[in-house]
């Protein structure tokens, strides 16, 4: 493998730690792009990569998400993200957890873990095992901080398209306003659900055609297929299933006014925020509006290592403030006629002490 700072994705990484416990089965790379604002904090991807080069690029690549997102939200954390380099079979065994447990412990804090792609609540557990620098684990109490973030996230979302349809349609309510959603598993299910409550109307799409049918049916909604849901006319189109999906062939294609959901990276490469822009479709970058997960996951992590209560009505306020941050960047965004995704990232930037 070539020296790591010479990666592409390599932006100042503050730690790149190579694991490698044989006896275990675990191979994993933890990295923390910066703990300008707290310690490293972001999930663990589990995952089979044929390429295990193409196991550091998502690392280096979410951690410095993580950093963007975690400064925007407001937390007291920097930005960091594991990677376990699962085997094809992608066995997944107690002494691969407890190793990688040992692994963060080893770290002193430095890096902070939680769920991400292929790692469950209760691989976390076994985690929590070996290490305290942990989250996402099931909550302990009525109205306690914690456990699944997807509803939190979901929660930010619902309030992000509000603010967004306020912004671009100058509606105080989503009422009768046309939401297509991309992915109805549990961040997508619980943005319509939402939506729903409030008298939006609804298309619902996913490749398990199945979910979207039974959502559609317990909301009165309808459903398109997963080929055409990007380019259904509508108010507000909302992704929330895979990355990547916004580029030279989706964006002139698309028929919303406004793109606001919550799955990670969504436009391909630097520059499609400008082509979103320059069609007059207002977009909510990813981190920022979907920022309500991590929002749940840091407030437990800090209550319990600093022996306070966290409730979730606490979370829900901090989720609050994400309408807030999109109103500045979008207000930045039209003053300075430079795509929202810019402006964010500047602001990111500027936060973490890299402006
Ligand atoms: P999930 O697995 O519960 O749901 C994703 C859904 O998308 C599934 O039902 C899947 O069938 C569907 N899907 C996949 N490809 C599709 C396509 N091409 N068209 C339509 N549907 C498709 O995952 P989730 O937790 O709801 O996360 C959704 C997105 O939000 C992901 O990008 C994730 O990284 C991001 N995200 C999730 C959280 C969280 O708290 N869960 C937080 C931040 C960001």
């Not at 006896?23 to 589990?46: M, N, Q």
């Not at 190793?99 to 209760?122: H, M, N, P, Q, W």
């Not at 989250?135 to 699944?148: F, H, K, T």
């Not at 996230?153 to 046309?178: E, F, M, N, P, W």
């Amino acid at each position: 493998m070539t020296a790591f700072w010479t990666e592409p994705d390599f932006d100042d990484h503050e730690m790149v730690h190579f694991v490698r416990d044989a006896k275990a089965g675990l191979t994993a790379i933890i990295a923390v792009h910066s703990s300008h604002l707290g310690p490293g904090a972001g999930g663990t991807r589990f995952w089979h990569y044929p390429n295990p080069k193409d196991g550091l690029r998502d690392a280096l690549r979410l951690s410095r998400g993580m950093s963007y997102k975690n400064a925007m939200a407001g937390l007291p954390m920097g930005g960091g993200k594991a990677v376990i380099l699962a085997d094809e079979a992608r066995t997944k065994t107690p002494e691969l957890l407890a190793a990688f447990g040992d692994a963060v412990e080893a770290l002193g804090g430095r890096y902070v873990t939680a769920e991400d792609v292929g790692i469950s609540e209760a691989d976390m557990v076994a985690v929590a095992k070996r290490t305290q620098h942990v989250s996402g684990l099931p909550v302990e109490g009525e109205g306690a901080a914690g456990g699944d973030p997807g509803p939190f996230t979901a929660h930010g979302i619902y309030l992000g398209i509000k603010a967004a349809v306020r912004h671009k349609l100058g509606k105080d309510s989503v009422a009768g306003v046309h939401v297509a959603v991309q992915g109805t598993g549990s961040v997508g299910g619980g943005v319509a659900r939402l939506l729903a409550a409030d008298g939006a109307k609804l298309t619902l799409s996913d490749i398990r055609e199945e979910s979207a049918n039974a959502l559609a049916k317990e909301l009165g909604a309808e459903t398109v297929a997963s080929e055409a849901v990007l380019s259904t006319p509508c108010d507000v189109l909302s992704p929330n299933a895979l990355g990547a999906i916004f580029d030279d062939d989706t964006i002139p294609a698309l028929q919303a006014e406004i793109v606001a959901g919550g799955a990670n990276n969504q436009l391909a490469r630097a520059g499609h925020g400008a082509k979103m822009f320059e069609r007059g479709i207002l977009y909510a970058p990813d981190y920022v509006i979907n920022a309500g997960g991590i929002v749940s996951v840091a407030s437990e992590y800090l209550a319990r290592r600093d022996g306070t209560v966290c409730g979730r009505s606490d979370v829900l306020d901090r989720i609050g403030h994400i309408p807030t941050r999109l109103e500045e960047i979008w207000q930045e965004s039209d003053a300075s006629k430079t795509s929202p995704d810019v402006v964010a990232d500047r602001m990111a930037q500027a936060l973490i002490g890299r402006g």
